[in-house]
Structures are given as C-alpha cells and as structure tokens.
C-alpha cells in the first residue's frame, strides 16, 4: 500500500493539528496502522496505533489523552489528531501500514510500508 502523510506545520505550544495519511494501490482495511516519529539522529517512536476494523487503539504514554488516532476505511485514510501540542512534540511524523498482531502494533520494524512523513514544529 502507498501512503501520503499530510497536515504538518508550524505552530504555537497548546495549539492542535490533523495529520492525515490517504493509502493507495491497496485498502487499508487489511491493515493495522500506525503513526510514528522520528527527530535527526534518534530512532523511530511509536505514536499511535489503531487495529483494523479501528475498535483499538494504543498510544505512546507521552501522547495518551492529547492524541487521537483514527480510520475511515471507506476513505482509505487515517488520521492522527494532535491537542496541546508541546515543543517536545516536534518531529517528523510518519504513517506506516502492517500486517502484524495488535500485540506487536508499536513496534516499527513489523511495519511494511511507509509515508514519506510529514514535519511537525511546535514553538514554545
């Protein structure tokens, strides 16, 4: 499946923003998917995961009870939806489709394939 992550940008501590990830080629209803993030020179953090039919749903603890990740199948999207964002916040976001166990959905390396990322900038 193909991905296009998109809905980063530059905003103040407290604001919000909607990452959306639109998949291609393939639905995404066979998939588990995910959001992750990446700063220069660190490895890849799991943000959020969601299973497939979207009735679960994980998150990393520095982001439970500000983020939301959600699936519109019939749209062949996913969105990540980020409250009270923080400097610490800032990265670069990617979404990633897989086919792994919901057990093992926050680890990245069990992730096919993968958007290009879109950058998230929080100022303080």
């Known amino acids: 499946v193909q991905l296009q992550a998109s809905g980063g940008g530059l905003v103040q501590a407290g604001d919000s923003l909607r990452l959306s990830c639109a998949a291609s080629?393939?639905?995404?209803?066979?998939?588990?998917m995910g959001w992750f993030r990446q700063a220069p020179g660190k490895e890849r953090e799991f943000v959020a995961a969601?299973?497939?039919?979207?009735?679960?749903?994980r998150y990393a603890d520095s982001v439970k009870g500000r983020f939301t990740i959600t699936r519109d199948n019939a749209k062949n999207t996913v969105y990540l939806q980020m409250n009270g964002l923080k400097p610490e916040d800032t990265d670069l976001y990617y979404c990633?489709?897989?086919?792994?166990?919901?057990?093992?959905?926050?680890?990245?390396?069990?992730?096919?394939?993968w958007g290009q990322g879109t950058q998230v900038t929080v100022s303080s």
């Open positions: 990633a489709a897989g086919s792994s166990a919901w057990s093992a959905s926050s680890l990245p390396y069990l992730y096919r394939d």
């Open positions: 969601i299973s497939r039919s979207g009735s679960g749903t």
């Open positions: 080629r393939r639905s995404i209803s066979n998939y588990v």
